[in-house]
């Protein structure tokens, strides 16, 4: 619902989501839900938001197998979404072993968004991607050599990609998890 503990930060995203023009209402979204608290943070924001925008929330969890409890969080996010009311997709990713394996993992977990926003008609493909996530891109990027074209960081909107917490720093979805009561995985 409107209001209530963490509204300051369920504004912003709706703002930021007028600004890029994310969302006209009416849309399938596909959230991409690792478990950490900015993806639970984006899971719980446009549910409150739903409502208004009239959207229709799938939730997509990729296991990638790189820590030794990434089955438990797996389980756990499914297993809460589901509960909310969501339905939920799961992945296991393959063995990723081996040189790039971050590059590796985020091109498995988009190819599973795009194949599960296919399946589910979906319109757009939601990520916790923040503020601070944007600004870690750039100095990445500009360490390795961007021109000016690449140093632009995440864009709030991309294709049927949207990054709704891209106005939102890390540390504030975290403190909105702690407001709201809801459980996350690091």
């Known amino acids: 619902s409107l209001g209530g503990p963490g509204w300051p930060v369920v504004d912003l995203v709706r703002k930021t989501i007028e600004r890029y023009v994310m969302l006209e209402g009416g849309e399938t979204v596909v959230v991409g839900v690792s478990g950490g608290p900015d993806s639970t943070c984006l899971l719980d924001v446009l549910s409150r938001l739903r409502g208004k925008l009239g959207l229709n929330l799938v939730v997509a969890h990729v296991d990638h197998g790189l820590s030794e409890d990434s089955q438990v969080v797996a389980a756990r996010v499914s297993n809460s979404a589901a509960a909310a009311g969501f ?3 799961l992945a296991r990713a393959p063995e990723l072993e081996g040189a790039n394996l971050h590059a590796r993992a985020r091109d498995f977990r988009y190819e599973f968004f795009d194949i599960v926003a296919d399946r589910e008609g979906a319109q757009r493909i939601a990520t916790g991607h923040t503020l601070d996530d ?4 750039t ?3 500009l360490i390795h050599g961007a021109g000016t074209s690449g140093l632009a960081g995440l864009p709030p909107a ?3 990609r949207i990054r709704p917490l891209v106005e939102l720093r890390r540390a504030e979805s975290r403190a909105y998890c702690e407001e709201c009561g809801l459980e996350f995985y690091e």
């Open 134 to 137: 944007r600004v870690e891109t």
């Open 139 to 141: 100095l990445a990027r």
């Open 87 to 89: 339905e939920v997709h």
């Open 158 to 160: 991309e294709g049927r």
